[in-house]
Each structure stands twice: as structure tokens, then as C-alpha cells.
């Protein structure tokens, strides 16, 4: 069964360092998305990508955030200077189109910042 | 904003059923859902229901929608210990993207 696949699975970094999160999307689909989890609460919906570009994304995803499909087929999440409340579970997920029911998660990567 | 509630904890024994409720605010939403996380995984995907439909069954689980009173649930019968995670309630936010809005989750604890 297709699934999306995300690396690393636990990632811990220095506060106001650079990290970048992958995703393998599955491959036929069109819509692409990054959630995060703050331990403990709830899952908060951070963009959405689509057609090469972002379509909608939270005010959490502030400048620090940035997105890239940079080949075809891996979906980044870059931070570009972590700070300690970005600690959090991310998931990715993807979907075939628009009218389509069902958003595929990965498993997460966890964020460790310190 | 959109906002979904859900009661944060259920404790069930083994062979009952459990029904976990969600309340949520977007009468526009197209789909609801209820998302499994087990510890430490993704999310799992069990189950959804058009906003249209009032109830659906799938196996052992059983799908409410009350879309007067914005009120899902999700039954689940004959509860088993591995069922026990965390039951997530969610909506699509209409606008195109489908961009999903999750409840705060329920944790559900089935003791043998």
C-alpha cells in the first residue's frame, strides 16, 4: 500500500539552528501539507502546497518557515533558526486532488530543539 | 475561527463499547474524520462521513452526524485493548485546499 514516508524520525538540534524536515509525498498525488503536534496538544495545520507553490498557510508559519519540492518527489520543511517552542511532532501528509476524501499522514518527525 | 472540540479522556472495559463525541463549529465542512494515533505513530485514518449522510458503519465502528447541533461521534464495539490511543476528530476546512482543523484528541484506555 502507498504511504508517506518522512525522515529523519526523531531529530534533535541547538536552538537557532537550521534544520530541514523530508517528506516522500505519495506519487501521484497533487496536494501537499505539514501539520505539527506540540506535545500534549492539539494537531495544528502549518501550510499547504500545491501546483509549485504554497496555498494557504497559519499564522505559525512565519518567515522562519519555508517549504520546497525540490525534485518531484521530496516535500522539505525548513526552520531557519529553531527556537525552543518549534519543538514538536511534524507531519507531513499528501492527497490525490482536491475532491478527494482522505489526507495520507506520515509517521512524524519528532523536533527536539536545546 | 474554526474550532472542534472533544472530551480529553474515556476509560472503557474490555467487550464494551466506547463512544467518543466531537463538537466542531464549520457548517461548511464537506467531510469529518476520525483519525487513530497510537504512541509514538502518525496519524491513522479510520474512518470519515459526508456531511450529508447522518450515520455510517464500518466493521465495529459507527459514525454519528448531527449536523443541526455540529456534533460527531464515533462508536466503537466491542472495544478491544489495542483499540486503546488517542481518537482524533477533524474537519476540512472548505476552502479548496482541504486544509484539515483536528479536535484537541480523546484518549481512549480499554482495560482488560
Known amino acids: 500500500e502507498p504511504e508517506v514516508t518522512q525522515t529523519p524520525s526523531h531529530q534533535v538540534t541547538q536552538m537557532g539552528q537550521e534544520v530541514i524536515l523530508r517528506c516522500v509525498p505519495i506519487s501521484n498525488h497533487l496536494y501537499f501539507y505539514w501539520y505539527r503536534q506540540i506535545l500534549g496538544q492539539k494537531v495544528e495545520f502549518l501550510v499547504s502546497f500545491y501546483n509549485n507553490e504554497i496555498s494557504e498557510k497559519s499564522e505559525i508559519f512565519d518567515d522562519q518557515f519555508s517549504v520546497e519540492r525540490p525534485d518531484g518527489s521530496n516535500f522539505t520543511l525548513k526552520i531557519r533558526s529553531t527556537k525552543l517552542e518549534d519543538s514538536a511532532m511534524y507531519f507531513c501528509?499528501?492527497?490525490?486532488?482536491?475532491?478527494?476524501?482522505?489526507?495520507?499522514f506520515g509517521q512524524g518527525t519528532r523536533l527536539t530543539v536545546v | 475561527g474554526e474550532d472542534v472540540e472533544q472530551s480529553l479522556f474515556l476509560s472503557v472495559r474490555e467487550g464494551d463499547s466506547s463512544v467518543i463525541n466531537c463538537t466542531y463549529t464549520d457548517s461548511s465542512s464537506t467531510y469529518l474524520y476520525w483519525y487513530k494515533q497510537e504512541p509514538g505513530a502518525g496519524l491513522q485514518l479510520l474512518t470519515y462521513?459526508?456531511?450529508?449522510?447522518d450515520m455510517k458503519q464500518d466493521q465495529r465502528l459507527t459514525v454519528l452526524l448531527n449536523k443541526k447541533d455540529k456534533h460527531l461521534s464515533l462508536r466503537i464495539a466491542d472495544t478491544q485493548t489495542g483499540d486503546s490511543a488517542i481518537y482524533f476528530c477533524a474537519e476540512n476546512e472548505n476552502t479548496g485546499f482541504q486544509k484539515l482543523v483536528f479536535g484537541t484528541g480523546t484518549r481512549l484506555l480499554v482495560s482488560p
Open positions: 462521513i459526508f456531511s450529508n449522510m
Open positions: 501528509a499528501s492527497m490525490a486532488g482536491h475532491l478527494n476524501t482522505e489526507a495520507f
